[in-house]
C-alpha cells in the first residue's frame, strides 16, 4: 500500500516536532553553561522556532520541485541552496531578537558574522527537512510502483488462466460433437440424443459457474460426472468408471475443470483404442496439508501410445493446459506426473496445496451404467 500524501506530511511534521522537542531539552541544558542565560535562550528559542516555521515552505518547495522529475544531483543542489536561504532568514531572526531583547550590551551588537554562522546549523536542520521528504517520497513512489506491478500481474495472471480454462470448453465440445456426428452416421438416434441432453447438462453446468478458477472437489467431481456419463452413452459397457474420494477430500478447493481433460485424454489414449474397452479409476486424499489425486486407467498404455514418445514432451492440449494451470495458481507448490506401469494403462498423479476448504457434508453421488 502507497502512503497518501496528506500521511506523508503528518509524518515529517511528527519528525519535526520531536526533533525540536530533544532541540529545545539541548538548549536548556547547555544554556547552564552561560553567563548570559537570558540572551541565551531568546537567541536559541526564536532559532528553533524560526527553523519550525521555515520547515513548512521548504516542504512545499519540495513538493513542488518533487513533480519536475529531475536527477538526483540537481534535485539535492536546489534543494540544498533554498535550504540555505531559508536557513540564513532564522538565523537572522534570532540575532535580531537578541539584539532587541537580550541583556548583554555586546550580545545586542548585530553582526554578520554570527548571521552566517547561525545560518550553518539552520541549514543542516532545513537539509534533513529535504532529505526526510524527499526520502519518503522516494519510499511512496516504490511502494505505488509495487502495487501497479502487483496489480497488473494479478491481470495478466487472471487474464491467462481465463484463456486457459475458457480453451477447454471448445476442446471438449468439438470431440463431443464428433462422437455425436459419428453416432447419427451410424443410425443411433438413440445414443446420439442420449448425448446432446446430457452434453446440454455439461454445458449448463460450466457456463452457470460464477467463474471462479478454484471450486471445491465435490464441485469439480459432479462436473467430472456429467462429462463421464456423455461417454457412457458413446462406450456402453466398454467402459467402467470407479470413483474413490473420501469424504474430507470433497470440501477441498481445485482448480476449475482440472479433471475432465485429463479424463478425456485417458478415455481418448487409453480407453477408446482398446477393442475391449477398460477402466478409469479416479482416487481423492488428503495427505497432510496436501490433496492426492490418482487418475489410473487399464487402456492400452506406454507401448501403444499415440501422444507421448521417450524423450519426447508432445501432449495433448489438455494435458499441457493443465500443466500451465497448476503452474499460475500453484507455483513450485503443486506436482502432475504421468507414469504407465509395465503392465499397461496409465496413472496421472496430481499433489494440490490444500490452502482452503469448505464444508461438504454430502454423499459422493454414484454414476450408473447406461
Sequence with gaps: MSIPVMRLTYRLWFLLL???????FGIAKASMAFDDIYSYLIYRAVFTVSCFCAAWPVMKFCRWLWHF???????????????????????????????????????????????????????????????AYFGLRQYQALQQERHRLFVANALAREAELRALR???????LFNTLNAISTLVREGDSRSATRMITRLAEFLRATLEGN??????LEEE?????????IEKVRFGTRLDIDLQIDVDALRLRVPNLLL????????????????????????????????CILIIDNGLGYSQHDATRLGETKVGIGLENTRARLDRLYPQRHRLEIS???????????????????????????????
Design 260 to 291: 475432465q481433460p485429463l479424463v478425456e485424454n485417458a478415455i481418448r489414449h487409453g480407453i477408446a483404442p482398446s477393442t475391449h474397452g477398460g477402466k478409469i479409476t479416479i482416487r481423492a486424499q488428503r495427505d497432510h496439508d496436501m490433496l
Design 166 to 172: 475458457y480453451q477447454l470448453q471448445p476442446h471438449f
Design 340 to 370: 504407465y506401469p509395465e503392465i499397461g494403462g496409465c496413472i496421472v498423479s496430481i499433489e494440490l496445496p490444500c490452502d482452503a476448504h469448505l464444508p461438504a457434508d454430502h454423499e459422493l453421488p454414484q454414476i450408473e451404467n447406461a
Design 18 to 24: 520531536v526533533g525540536s522537542l530533544l532541540l529545545a
Design 221 to 229: 467431481v459432479a462436473l467430472t460426472r456429467h462429462y463421464l456419463e
Design 211 to 216: 467463474g471462479a478458477h478454484e471450486v471445491t
Design 69 to 131: 522529475n529531475l536527477n538526483a544531483w540537481r534535485t539535492g543542489l536546489i534543494a540544498a541552496c533554498t535550504a540555505y536561504v531559508f536557513g540564513m532568514l532564522c538565523s537572522l531572526c534570532a540575532l535580531l531578537a537578541q539584539v532587541a531583547f537580550g541583556d548583554d550590551l555586546y550580545m545586542r551588537k548585530f553582526e554578520w558574522t554570527h548571521a552566517f554562522n547561525g545560518a550553518y546549523f539552520a541549514w543542516f536542520v532545513l537539509c534533513a527537512v529535504c532529505a
